[in-house]
């Protein structure tokens, strides 16, 4: 029964920091800013015992349509796929 589980998963990866909270003393009047870029990448994906299915980049906002649409378009080929299906 465990080999027919399909596992959804997304995640967000830091492209030049680490996703924590840092504080910084800087001089009054001082201005911050970016020495490397920052920004981040959101991905969807699928897994179950037989392998990896689709990684999806997310670029738009997730809200539950957009999450619904990702689903849609991308689970049920990927257990096929994987031929769960």
Same mark, same amino acid.
């Given at each position: 029964?465990?080999n027919?589980i399909?596992?959804?998963?997304?995640?967000?990866i830091?492209?030049f920091d680490?996703?924590?909270?840092?504080?910084i003393?800087?001089k009054?009047?001082t201005?911050p800013t970016?020495?490397h870029?920052?920004g981040? /990448? =959101?991905?969807w994906?699928c $897994?179950?015992? #037989?392998?990896?299915g %689709?990684l999806?980049?997310i670029?738009t906002?997730?809200?539950?349509?957009k999450y619904?649409? /990702? =689903?849609?378009?991308?689970m $049920?080929?990927s #257990?096929?796929d994987? %031929?769960l299906?």
């Amino acid at each position: 029964m465990r080999n027919k589980i399909l596992w959804s998963v997304e995640t967000k990866i830091e492209l030049f920091d680490l996703n924590a909270e840092r504080r910084i003393w800087r001089k009054p009047g001082t201005i911050p800013t970016v020495k490397h870029g920052g920004g981040n /990448i =959101l991905l969807w994906g699928c $897994l179950l015992a #037989a392998g990896t299915g %689709r990684l999806v980049r997310i670029v738009t906002k997730m809200n539950g349509a957009k999450y619904r649409e /990702i =689903l849609d378009e991308n689970m $049920l080929q990927s #257990a096929q796929d994987l %031929r769960l299906g």
